[in-house]
């Protein structure tokens, strides 16, 4: 599968984003699908993850109640509704797809990677 991140920006601290995520090929649906972060400096870390039916999410706690993770697999899209942004949720956001059966936060389940969509926020 190949993934096409979009929607980044600049945007203003309580501020909202969406990002989306294309997705090629026939079998989407039975990926489990992520959001990860890097900030400037340091490491790559989970955001978001959403089961292959879209039924079950899971968050990091710094973006619980804030973000939205969702999909659509008729479309092959996945989606992170980002609201009440703050200057430390700046940074690369990337999709990742995991063949996996359960909800995955660690980057080495993931094998397919987009190529990440810069999110910053100001204060």
């Known amino acids: 599968v190949q993934l096409q991140a979009s929607g980044g920006g600049l945007v203003q601290a309580g501020g909202s984003l969406r990002l989306s995520c294309a997705a090629s090929?026939?079998?989407?649906?039975?990926?489990?699908m992520g959001w990860f972060r890097q900030a400037p400096g340091k490491d790559r870390e989970f955001v978001a993850a959403?089961?292959?039916?879209?039924?079950?999410?899971f968050y990091a706690n710094d973006v619980k109640g804030r973000f939205t993770i969702s999909r659509d697999n008729a479309k092959n899209m996945v989606y992170l509704q980002m609201n009440s942004l703050k200057p430390e949720d700046t940074g690369v956001y990337y999709c990742?797809?995991?063949?996996?059966?359960?909800?995955?936060?660690?980057?080495?389940?993931?094998?397919?990677w987009g190529q990440g969509t810069l999110v910053t926020v100001s204060s």
């Open positions: 990742a797809a995991a063949l996996s059966v359960t909800i995955a936060t660690k980057e080495f389940a993931y094998g397919y």
């Open positions: 090929g026939r079998t989407f649906s039975r990926y489990v």
């Open positions: 959403i089961s292959t039916s879209g039924g079950r999410t």
